[in-house]
């Protein structure tokens, strides 16, 4: 089951998502109780946790609905929406974390000078961004900022939406703790450098790379999530991004070398995981600072994970 949230006429929507079309979630419901006289209740929620596993509270009637539109050409034909008749919406407007990983493919450590790691040798290098304004609905552009303009690179990432509150949790048991996920790309500033004639200080160069992070718009999200039960092994996904058409990154979500359920359980003993928590877990190789090509006004980014669907930003320049 992929869902998606959109806004049409003012108001805000969850719909069953295809990578064609959208349908809402309440048409293909009243659609199904037509066709199989069985009710489902109103399916008003605007939160796409409450149709999600481990514990959303509309999660069975919604996988009813949704399995059965999937067995009949996607549900209700006159009920579709093309993707730009709809406003997509970032799937977690707000999450309480939004959380990131750096480091965790060989091929993109490599790629930028650094050497091949293993699991047992090192621990996940957690980040943050600040979600209220970093998180960017699909098609809705990437700005790159006016206080660092040349240096803004694309990160495909695949990322775990946590649905239930998660405490040392086991690696074991770690995906019984998810919803679904989706695709993040991680937008950043790679050459950043607050305050140009500064006197060095020893932690510079990690703050720069930091504060590059941060800028608005920086972190696309969507366009949709698929449940954890449709993906039973999220470490099989391949992924690619494409700039303007030209492929960029091409890579498998097998690649990581920490999976989701050992981050999970990593960052789970460091700090509560609360449902609706964002996961991004890191880019492969192909990033645009491998060979000194960064994104510019008008180019056009298409981050895609099999399974989940293409999450679209234009770039545009601020103003």
Known sequence: MRLCRYSQNNRVHVGLYDDKFIVPLMAAAEAYTNATHEKQGKLESENLLDYLPPDGQHFAAAKKVADWAARNEGGPTAARLAHDAAELLV??????????????????LTEGGGRATERAETFPYVF????????NDPYKPVIIPKISPNSIDWELEQCVVIGRRARHVQESEALHYVAGYTVVNDISDRKFRPNPTRKERGNDKWFDWEHGKWHDTFC????????????????????????????????????QIFPIAAVVAF???????????????GTPGGVGSATGTFLKPGDRI??????????????????
């Open 267 to 281: 960052i789970s003993d460091i700090v509560t995981l609360e449902p609706g928590d964002l996961i991004a877990t």
């Open 91 to 108: 799937p977690i407007p707000r999450p309480n974390k939004l959380l990131l990983l750096a480091g965790n493919y060989n091929e993109h």
């Open 128 to 135: 943050t961004k600040p979600p209220t304004t970093t998180l």
């Open 220 to 255: 696309p999200c969507g366009p949709c999530i698929a449940s954890a039960d449709a993906i039973p092994d999220p470490q099989v996904l391949a992924m690619k991004l494409s700039v303007n058409g030209a492929i960029k990154q091409n890579s498998s979500t097998g690649k």
């Open 302 to 319: 298409e981050a895609w994970i099999e399974g989940i669907g293409t999450l679209v930003s234009p770039v545009m320049a601020e103003k």
